[in-house]
């Protein structure tokens, strides 16, 4: 492994503004995270199928180009990119590695030895769902392939050292122009399970908390302030939001495996995201 210091300049000084890459910024929580970040930071975004005016081209599988960006010399580069879907990566593992592991050795090559600092988003599908709660002194035992590539991309950025993977549990919430969330409840019925316990955060908060967590190495979890069913979740948002669907109570499900409980908690900081009253309270102002 080549020798790796901490990254120069770090922590930068607070109130400072950051030259940043978002990779990802077209889709759903890379979206919550441009309307906070672009107004306060030099932000350059990129977007693979989804145009939005003002970001910038980039497929994760065009290496050269990905490494000529990451080494611009940008003080952050927050990936939110790749193949999310648990389904699509359960049905091809092979372009979930593709999409989801190989970028983050092509990123961690682009930027070793520069002042560049690398922050993964993960999720807590690298937990397999079986205890109450999870904190970033657990071990990882992913369920699922998707689960699996955020396991390896993890391990890459970590063995480096100086660089950040932030865990976020399922995000809801509406987006500025993707929306895989609300998408869910888009039908005249939504299936929703009983039997999936989560404690997901509020997209508006994600990006706030990340930049109170960006100076940290290592892993850091991000999670929602309130522990709910997936049905609870679903019942809330179609309420708040006047939904003209049913969301229709459900257990068990084909497809891929998914941890029964994922709630993420920090040992490293204090920072909790909104509970679900009052996060539904603000989707619906
Ligand atoms: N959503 C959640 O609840 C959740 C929970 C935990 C962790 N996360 C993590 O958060 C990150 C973002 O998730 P998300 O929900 O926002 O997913 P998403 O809405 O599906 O967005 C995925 C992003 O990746 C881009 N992308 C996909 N394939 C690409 C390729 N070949 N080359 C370049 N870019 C590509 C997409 O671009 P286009 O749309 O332009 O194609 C989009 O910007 C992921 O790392 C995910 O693991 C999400």
Redesign the pocket.
Known sequence: MTPFSRPRGWPPPPDSRLRILL????????GGLWSYLAPRHEVVG?????PVPGLVR????DERRLAALAADGFDLVLH??????LEAAEADPALAHR?NVRPVEVLLDAVRGSATKLVL????NVFDGTRPQYTEADARSPVNVYGRT?VAAEDLLLAEGGHLVVR????FGRGPW?N??LARLAGPTTAARTDLVCAPVYLPSVGPALARLWDRTGVVHYGGGDVVTRFELMSGVQRALALPTRVVPTEGGSGCRRPPRLVLRSTRHGLLGPGLDEALAHLSS
């Not at 939110?80 to 879907?85: E, I």
């Open positions: 990779l990802g910024a077209s889709g759903f929580v890379g990129s977007y693979a199928t989804r980039l497929d994760l599988r939110a990119a790749g193949l999310v879907p999409l988003l993960s999720s807590d955020k976020i549990p399922l995000v993707a895989t969330f």
